[in-house]
């Protein structure tokens, strides 16, 4: 059995702790929300690549890593996310849970103060974060900005969220953008850095067998340490927009030899805090979610219109994206197709294990969340900034209870935004 609860430890500051012994190891991490925007995206990705250079004691990446092999090979990981138009910077540590320690050790309360350690006391040159570290790690983060373009499948769907959301901040992407990533500097790092200790909600994570209340005095030390004199403002719903009349359309040139094309829907005001949420899950799964989806076995495998068709939700938002994979020539018969597959599924035209298939989809899909450590700390995460409770289990209840026509009229509110079609020099 997994027990979940959340508390606040102080103001803006909560501990979503999950009292489990299905696992070997423990995770405990802290995370700190922000809202994403172009200007603070670089510098806000930046910080924990450089705090994980070094701490005071452990003043570069080989004393730090010293410091985790003590604790049985334990890790602390810098981890940037994107949670609708909320920006979560942190760190994610896995460690022996205490209950397989060879000598009864306990290795919750040094990791804990490890963590702190990496969050509260870097290693400082001048008074800001040593120089090496910044432009190290900066030159590493432009990389990383960079190479999104050789995943040409997320590449495209990174472009279809920058044109459909172009003066909304949800489309930004969570690494910033190059320009912004070039122009920081060691202070302006080290003011952000200070501003978001100050101000920037705190989520704490743990995930093991330890009692709630150790939990809690293990971290004592980083929250007495935390520097105070701010409000942590919990981050604002995103607001929802209408598609357009007409779809807006965009084309971009890359040396490509298969075309993308990504569609960006706006889902007609449902989103993860709305009632009609898991009919919307089911009616995505129908759609194009799964393997057994009208996208799949429709536009892919009998018309072979696409080397791969699938759509996702950005239930954060209020955004379905779907990704396809085509000919340069097949791209307004995939197109039409896929369309043609959604209006099924607003009309209610899927069969009755259509719809069964999708649901023990997902509700299989949730329940697996369970069994991984990375998947509990991410979904737990994602409610957190949200500010909802539900777990997995809870939201497989509510699934079991849509009907085909809740699915129905879950797609009725779809609503196509943007076309985007990567294609090829020669198409």
């Given at each position: 059995m997994t027990n979940?609860?959340?508390?606040?430890?102080?103001?803006?500051?909560?501990?979503?702790?999950?009292?489990t012994k299905k696992f070997k190891s423990s995770a405990l991490g802290v995370q700190f929300l922000l809202p994403l925007s172009a200007q603070d995206a670089s510098l806000n990705a930046l910080t924990p690549m450089v705090l994980r250079r070094g701490t005071e004691r452990c003043p570069d990446m080989e004393s730090l890593s010293a410091a985790l092999d003590e604790?049985?090979?334990g890790s602390l990981e810098p981890v940037v996310r994107k949670k609708g138009e909320t920006?979560?910077?942190?760190?994610?540590?896995?460690?022996?849970?205490d209950a397989y320690t060879l000598g009864g050790e306990r290795v919750?309360?040094?990791?804990?103060?490890?963590?702190?350690?990496?969050?509260?006391?870097?290693?400082?040159?001048?008074?800001?974060?040593?120089?090496?570290?910044?432009?190290?790690?900066?030159?590493?983060?432009?990389?990383?900005?960079?190479?999104?373009?050789?995943?040409?499948?997320?590449y495209a769907l990174i472009r279809v969220v920058a044109e459909m959301c172009a003066d909304e901040p949800f489309g930004v992407d969570k690494l910033g953008s190059e320009a912004a990533a070039a122009a920081i500097t060691a202070a302006s790092l080290w003011n952000a850095y200070q501003e978001m200790l100050r101000?920037?909600?705190?989520?704490?994570?743990?995930c093991g067998s330890a009692e709630l209340e150790r939990v809690r005095s293990?971290?004592?030390?980083?929250?007495?340490?935390?520097?105070?004199?701010?409000?942590?403002?919990a981050p604002a719903r995103p607001q929802q927009k209408s598609a357009p009349a007409v779809p807006r359309r965009?084309?971009?040139?890359?040396?490509?030899t298969q075309g993308k094309l990504s569609m960006g829907l706006r889902t007609g005001g449902i989103d993860v805090w709305s009632g009609e949420f898991p009919a919307l899950l089911l009616c995505n799964a129908l759609f194009g979610g799964t393997t057994t989806s009208k996208l799949f076995l429709n536009v892919r495998e009998r018309l072979s219109l696409c080397y791969y068709a699938s759509s996702q939700l950005e239930k954060y938002k209020g955004v379905m994206l779907v990704s396809s994979g085509v000919e340069f020539g097949k791209v307004e018969q995939a197109e039409a197709e896929i369309l043609?597959?959604?209006?099924?599924?607003?009309?209610?035209?899927?069969?009755?294990?259509?719809?069964?298939?999708a649901r023990r989809s997902v509700v299989s899909g949730y329940r697996s969340i369970l069994d991984s450590q990375g998947r509990l700390e991410d979904f737990w995460l994602g409610q957190a900034a949200a500010g909802i409770d539900e777990g997995p289990e809870g939201l497989c209840a509510r699934l079991e209870q849509v009907t085909r026509e809740q699915a129905a009229a879950a797609a009725q509110k779809l609503s196509l935004d943007t076309v985007y079609f990567l294609k090829g020099k020669e198409a």
């Open positions: 979940a609860t959340r508390l606040e430890l102080l103001p803006g500051v909560h501990l979503t702790a999950v009292q604790l049985y090979g920006q979560c910077v942190g760190f994610v540590g896995s460690f022996l849970d919750l309360e040094p990791a804990a103060e490890l963590l702190g350690e990496v969050l509260l006391r870097p290693c400082t040159q001048d008074g800001v974060f040593r120089l090496d570290y910044v432009r190290q790690e900066q030159a590493n983060l432009i990389d990383r900005i960079r190479a999104q373009v050789n995943d040409k499948r997320q101000t920037a909600p705190v989520e704490f994570y743990y293990a971290l004592e030390p980083v929250l007495q340490a935390l520097p105070g004199g701010g409000v942590r403002r965009t084309e971009e040139v890359l040396d490509v043609a597959q959604l209006e099924q599924c607003r009309q209610g035209s899927f069969e009755d294990w259509e719809l069964e298939s």
